[in-house]
């Protein structure tokens, strides 16, 4: 059957997402050889992989086919409670029934826009913010509003004029607010401390909900800023903040292990959504592996290999990369997001494949960018997303040679 033959039998919801840009158009099949710059992924050589092993080998001594029923593992059923644990440590006092595991973050994403989102519901967004997070609130509504990202992160002061205009107007106020406020994908940048409270403040006279995308708050190059989360004055239930967690950067992101914390009946609702769509025997390593590692300390290692690939990579760049092309300095994460003034990154891409070097166009962090559109220049072209968490210091420094040779080229 013909592809358009089709359009009459998806559901609404599927003829919406597919007036978009497909999923992953952001992540082109590379070239042999190709330096992957673009690759959101954990430095290889930090994948626990023995300890991971020792961990199935214990739970399976001790707790034979449990892990592999459909009644699942008594070490997975503590899952819940070893991450309130951790967040405790990071100022949150979520109980363990506040927490749902999911499939990693954006299954946690997902799942909240399942439940608080409809067709129409004004959700806000950090312009730019992780595309994946973008392609999940398009699934769901048409109606996304987006505001600028600094060097202190969410630009709160822009979101409270245009609150305030809203509602000055009459015109839809958003409902939900999805913010990444440490170690932002994509620009590496972290929301400064009086934002947060501003932050906090303008949901409360708004009237909408948050959703902390707390991927890499770990991951922080200098001190930890207290999550949003931990702001909100548990009563005992957040009153504002809806955080969404994974392992995924802190452990390794193939055991797909991420939760919600939240209020009981969110966590409840998302429940129901989820229904049995996570994976216990993952869920049952990786809490047996947390059971018995120094989080603590794995954390301090990974915070010093990341602080040590951002200062490689911001070495190569100022090497090679063509005078008046600057950059947000990373506070922590993976990434390092790149302004080019007068190069449009996503045409650039075709030649950087051939060149033999990967980044990720601006472009697609930016809710524009997900209609086909004439305009010449989308907002992010004059920008890219680079990552140093994957690649080794040499190939860093090959990819981004490579990258200043196309960027010097008809400029
Ligand atoms: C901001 C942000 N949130 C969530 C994720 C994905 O997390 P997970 O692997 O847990 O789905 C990423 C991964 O790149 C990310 O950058």
Redesign the pocket.
Known sequence: MAHDEWEHRFARRVRRARRYTPPGAWMPALPPGCVRLSA?YPAPDTVPVSELVDAAHRLMRREGDGPYQYLGSERAAQLPELLANRMRVRGIPAAPDQVLVTA????A?DLIAQVLLDDDTPVAVEAPT?M??LEVFRQYTDHILAYPVDGDGLMVEALADDLAQRRRRGLPLPRLLYT?PSSQ?PTGTTMSPLRRRMLLELAEMYDFLIVE?D??GELSFGSLIPPLASLDGWTPEPRRVVY?G???KVVA?GV???WIAGPRPLVEAAGWFKKDLGHPFAEAVVAEYLSAIDLDLRVRDLQRVYRQRAAWMELALRQHLPEGVSWFAPRGGYFIWVHTPGIHTAKRLPDALRAGVAYVPGRYFFQESGRPSDVPWLPGDEWLRLSFSYLSREEMDLGVRRLGDVLKKNR
């Open positions: 959101g990693g973050a954006c299954q994403i992780y994946e997070a990444i994908n995308d991927a890499y969404v994974s392992l995924s992101p797909r292990v991420g």
